[in-house]
């Protein structure tokens, strides 16, 4: 019941959330595809995780203490929390916003309310910051305005979670697929007249419920799962380049010989399998 309410009114907000939204995420997109290197960095490529998820647990657990300083008389114990509080979440925010850039449709539009209410809440705290400082002692208003900037924050967060909890945003999409150790027939989607697997570009197969996407150099066989574990783009419509597949969705790089990813937005590897020449003609395959 509750959730349903909830979710009608993160729904009623589309109307200015598209709009806003389609406007930011551009904005950002430019500006991290401009620099990918800070994206990754900001992303958690070099982590394995989203860092943003890392370090939104921080601006929380700190500005909820501000509220027990305030409750218990404690000024300027409170103003420094205030402004390691209000810090951290400026820090979880850029990581929230590199995460941003690379979404699309639903959850892009959960996320762009997300970090509207984080930003809001954050010039609250901002506000609330310049009150205490410019008085000698910590003002009804100031305290006020950071006990609201909470509420908007747990508001916020609460958004968030449905970006990643109900959308899958940032979520490793093989994060159910098991691992298993049987060879299955593989069944690339082309061969030459000779039977071959053509050379030198990625070619789709099935292999039994997976799809994978190959690529033939000389002897070898490489082979990666075709969906990208950042948001599911398909790697076989993407391009090659000295042993690098690029997703065509976002642009991230996965390495073809065992799937490491060399560029984000994912943070996740690509799940990789050996393929060998199977008895009687043919190929099969099973997860590294
Ligand atoms: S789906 Fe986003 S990079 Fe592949």
Redesign the pocket.
């Known amino acids: 019941m509750i959730v349903q309410f909830l979710v009608r009114l993160m729904d009623a907000q589309d109307g200015w959330v598209k709009p806003f939204g389609t406007w930011a995420h551009g904005l950002l997109n430019r500006l991290f595809s401009w620099t990918p290197a800070v994206r990754d960095l900001l992303v958690g490529r070099w982590l394995g995780h989203p860092v943003h998820a890392v370090l939104t647990d921080a601006p929380i657990g700190i500005l909820f203490l501000v509220i027990v300083l305030d409750v218990v008389g404690q000024p300027v114990a409170a103003e420094i929390t205030l402004v390691v509080g209000i810090l951290s979440a400026l820090a979880a925010a850029l990581a929230g916003m590199a995460d941003y850039a ?1 979404t699309d449709g639903k959850p892009r539009d959960r996320a762009t309310l997300h970090g509207t209410l984080m930003l809001s809440a954050t010039g609250l705290y901002v506000v609330s910051l310049v009150l205490r400082l410019a008085s000698d002692t910590a003002s009804a208003p100031a305290i006020g305005l950071s006990v609201v900037a909470f509420l908007v924050l747990s508001a916020g967060a609460y958004v968030g979670g449905d970006v990643v909890y109900v959308f899958g945003n940032m979520v490793n ?1 093989h994060a159910f697929r098991g691992a298993g150790t049987k060879w299955i027939a593989l069944e690339p989607a082309e061969t030459t007249d000779d039977g071959a697997i053509p050379e030198g570009r990625p070619i789709k197969a099935k292999l039994g419920i997976n799809t994978l996407v190959l690529v033939r150099e000389g002897e070898r066989i490489l082979a990666l799962h075709d969906t ?6 398909s ?1 076989s419509g993407g391009q090659l380049a000295e042993g690098v597949i690029e ?6 790089r996965f390495r073809m010989a065992d799937g490491h990813v060399v560029r ?3 943070v996740y590897d690509q799940p990789a399998y050996e393929v060998r020449a199977r008895e009687g003609g043919g190929w099969e395959a099973r997860r590294r």
Do not use: I
């Open positions: 690379d999409h990208c574990a950042h948001a599911g783009g790697l997703c065509p969705l976002h642009f991230s984000g937005p994912s």
